[in-house]
């Protein structure tokens, strides 16, 4: 049985990227601030995030293309399936990066490392465990 899934937008991002000419390939790659403003119904969500030194987030990329099943990576010249890639277009434009708390006030959280374009939906944000999230034995 198929079952309807359903997101929902839990805030919105702020960055001053405005189409994904201006945005860097890798958040990680950027300095550059961006705020992640949480909607009010979420609010309580953030306890103990102050504790936290970087999250990840998880966006919808709502100006992706969701017919793209191939694309060629920069700086290659083999086009691959989009499961094999970090391409922003690809059936459930789902993007995710890590980034490192500036500040948070209220319902807004100032952070470094986000490749997100002004204005995207924000879906979630898990606490980032480095001892978890990443295993330098796999790539």
Known sequence: MDKAMNLKKIGLIHS???SSETAPRQG???DEESTIEIFPDYINALD???KVKSIIVLYWGDRANREVLRTTPPFMTEEYGVFSTRSPHRP?????CVC????IEDNKIRVKGL???NGSPLLDIKRYIPRVDTDENIE
């Open 48 to 50: 103990g995030l102050q």
């Open 92 to 96: 459930n434009p789902i993007a995710v």
């Open 115 to 117: 490749d997100a374009l």
């Open 100 to 103: 490192n708390i500036i500040s």
């Open 28 to 30: 990680r790659y950027s």
């Open 16 to 18: 001053k990227y405005m």
